[in-house]
């Protein structure tokens, strides 16, 4: 990713700081989302315009990355809704996921890659909020917007299904 924005360089807010500590894991989780390197900047760039464009309201954030996290999933959803978001079947592109030089590691990779992606969306997200960002339950609910115990339920399913699907 390029450089930080000169807004985002000299910050006015003192959450700034918080913001740029959160781009990794906010990058990471719209690649994860969006499955493209091209669409998940956008994402991210759509994400931290919407939050830049409302520091006014950061002063009510108990946790900002859960805030992020947060938008970022309501613009992906809206995005869907709209059918905004170009589809590839998996089989039709190369995935994008570093791969280890062993064939055996290869095939392991791939077929976490294709067994993610068989996942509904909603126990796909809660999987990755949880694996890849290490969000608590509680976090994840309120940036889903959803009860906890759903959030307990998609992630208890999506796990029995990934490990039915390996």
Known sequence: MAAAPRAFANPAH???????ASLPRLRRYARALRRNDEDADDLLQDTLERAW???????GVGDMRTWLFSIMHNLHVDALRRGRLDTVDLDEQTPEVPVAPTQGQILVLRDLDAALAALPAEQREVLLLTALDGLAYAEIAQALGIPIGTVMSR????????????
């Open 155 to 166: 992630l208890s399913r999506g796990r029995e299904r990934l490990r039915g699907l390996m």
């Open 53 to 59: 464009s409302r520091a006014r309201l950061w002063q």
């Open 14 to 20: 003192p959450d700034a700081a918080e913001l740029l």
